[in-house]
């Protein structure tokens, strides 16, 4: 039973807005969603009558209300900075939507302000705190691949075009593939294999006009990135962001260990299958034949899916592995409030997603290799706290 709710104000209530609201009024049982505001009144007025949220409102009511302690910044990354400033300024807690902010020393003025004032200020994603990334990171944590040394990470697709109601701002400065989708697989690999210590990075533009909705639109952001990263633990690996390929076979993420390989549910999941590959199991079954040099390839080609295991994430109790749990880390923040303790996503961590982010432009633009200047520790696991979570 939770001894009270923390209640929780909504800023912007665009597409993306649909989810918090469904999930913080539905599955959410620790916060309450007390109002909700927009920069045009008629939509927070929609969305506050479609989820049953007590107030529509503009922006300043809404932050001058006593009741809210948390506010949730919905708004265009281009508008995050200001808007997280005027939350911040109003005393209230801070969970953006990714990223924290497009430029990084604006991001660090976020994280210094809050800081000063005694408050949290983070961004999403928060797929990270689900059964995929959790049940990687515990299996990790267990030594089952070992010492990781390498990996790769790939955001592949043809464009936002394609499926998005709205896909004119991806193209747009603020938007493209590593600023839309980098956030998810960066603080996945943070949550795996700690802080970022090197970037490196190429970019180019696919195609130079994209058909938005049917007008051909001019593209205004690099949509191609070519990436290689080096973590303070040593491991390194190659990272792709694009909007510019029609199809292809890489995984969503892979680490690479010691003693084995792990397929990593894609990170802007919650859930999904986590697979486990074996390496000294291989070497006990190949080492086993004493036939010449030939048989031990066959044997090696044969067995090896008998060293692979496929698992189902420990976490979330709703068994949909497509489940979209957006809003879990605003309900982990409620409670860090509840139990007096840090928020698992934690402001060093979402400043030092924003100059990786960064890093990957300045690497491309300047030729050469970025050392990063921020760093953080690694999120701390759900443990038992997975509870947060309600299925009605």
């Not at 509840?338 to 030729?367: C, M, T, Y």
Request: glycine share 10%.
């Amino acid at each position: 039973m939770m001894s009270r709710k923390i209640g929780i104000g909504i800023i912007g209530c665009g597409t993306i807005a649909d989810v918090y609201m469904t999930n913080l009024t539905q599955h959410y049982e620790n916060v309450e969603l007390v109002a909700v505001a927009d920069l045009y009144l008629e939509k927070a007025q929609q969305a506050a009558e479609k989820f049953s949220v007590p107030r529509a409102c503009g922006v300043e009511e809404l932050l001058a209300m006593e009741e809210i302690e948390i506010v949730l910044n919905l708004t265009v990354p281009a508008a995050h900075y200001s808007v997280n400033m005027q939350i911040l300024n109003a005393g209230k807690h801070l969970y953006c939507e990714k990223p924290l902010t497009l430029d990084f020393a604006e991001a660090r003025e976020v994280v210094e302000t809050a800081r000063e004032k005694g408050l949290m200020a983070v961004s999403a994603p928060d797929t990270f705190l689900g059964g995929g990334a959790q049940t990687c990171r515990k299996l990790l944590d267990e030594g089952r691949i070992g010492s990781v040394c390498g990996f790769t990470a790939n955001m592949i697709c043809a464009g936002h075009e394609l499926w998005h109601p709205a896909p004119g701002f991806y193209y747009k400065n603020g938007g493209g593939p590593m600023f839309d989708m980098g956030p998810y697989y960066l603080t996945t690999l943070i949550t795996l294999l700690g802080p970022i210590k090197r970037v490196a990075c190429f970019i180019t533009t696919g195609r130079r006009e994209r058909n938005i909705l049917g007008a051909m639109t001019q593209t205004e952001v690099p949509t191609h990135y070519s990436g290689i990263v080096e973590f303070a633990s040593g491991a390194t690996g190659n990272i792709n962001m694009s909007f510019d390929v029609w199809d292809s076979t890489l995984p969503c993420l892979e680490l690479y260990g010691s003693k084995g390989s792990m397929t990593v549910p894609d990170p802007n999941a919650f859930g999904g299958q986590v697979s486990v590959f074996d390496g000294e199991k291989l070497e006990q079954v190949v080492g086993a034949v004493t036939e010449p040099h030939p048989a031990k390839i066959i044997t090696m080609m044969t067995k090896r899916e008998g060293c692979r295991e496929t698992l189902e994430p420990m976490f979330p109790a709703d068994p949909d592995p497509r489940c979209n749990m957006r809003g879990l880390g605003v309900s982990d923040m409620a409670q860090a409030l509840i139990d007096g303790r840090p928020a698992r996503l934690s402001p060093q961590v979402s400043l030092h997603v924003v100059e990786a982010l960064n890093a990957f432009a300045v690497s491309a633009k300047d030729g050469c290799i970025y050392e990063m200047t921020t760093t953080c520790q690694r999120p701390e696991p759900m443990g038992q706290n997975w509870g947060l979570w309600e299925v009605h």
